[in-house]
């Protein structure tokens, strides 16, 4: 597993922007993914994550309602649509994969995940 983040950029407040996260590799399908993102001078944070097949989907409150991940398998991609966006979002988004078992995607954490992808950064302005 081999992932690349991308799509970051500057939107303005109220904007959308999609990442998207590849896979380079050829067992993408049988990970979890999650989305983090660390914000300048905070830790990092996880945000969302999505089943390996894709059916169930998980969403932190700061991002429930606003973000949405979904995922192509036979892309090996996973993509976070982020709409009304505020400043606070600002940050660098990465992706990462686990081979989450039995585990429920809200136990997710930073620690747990296998591979990590580098950051793409967002910047939205007010």
């Known amino acids: 597993v081999q992932l690349q983040a991308s799509g970051g950029g500057l939107v303005q407040a109220g904007g959308s922007l999609r990442l998207s996260c590849v896979d380079s590799g050829w067992l993408f399908s049988n990970y979890a993914v999650g989305w983090f993102r660390q914000a300048p001078g905070k830790e990092r944070e996880f945000i969302a994550a999505?089943?390996?097949?894709?059916?169930?989907?998980y969403y932190t409150d700061p991002v429930k309602d606003r973000f949405a991940v979904s995922r192509d398998n036979a892309k090996n991609t996973v993509y976070l649509q982020m709409n009304s966006l505020k400043p606070d979002d600002t940050a660098v988004y990465y992706c990462a994969a686990v081979a989450l078992g039995t585990t429920p995607l809200w136990r997710m954490t930073e620690d747990g995940m296998e591979y990590w992808g580098k950051g793409t950064l967002v910047t939205v302005s007010s």
């Open positions: 999505i089943t390996e097949s894709g059916l169930s989907r």
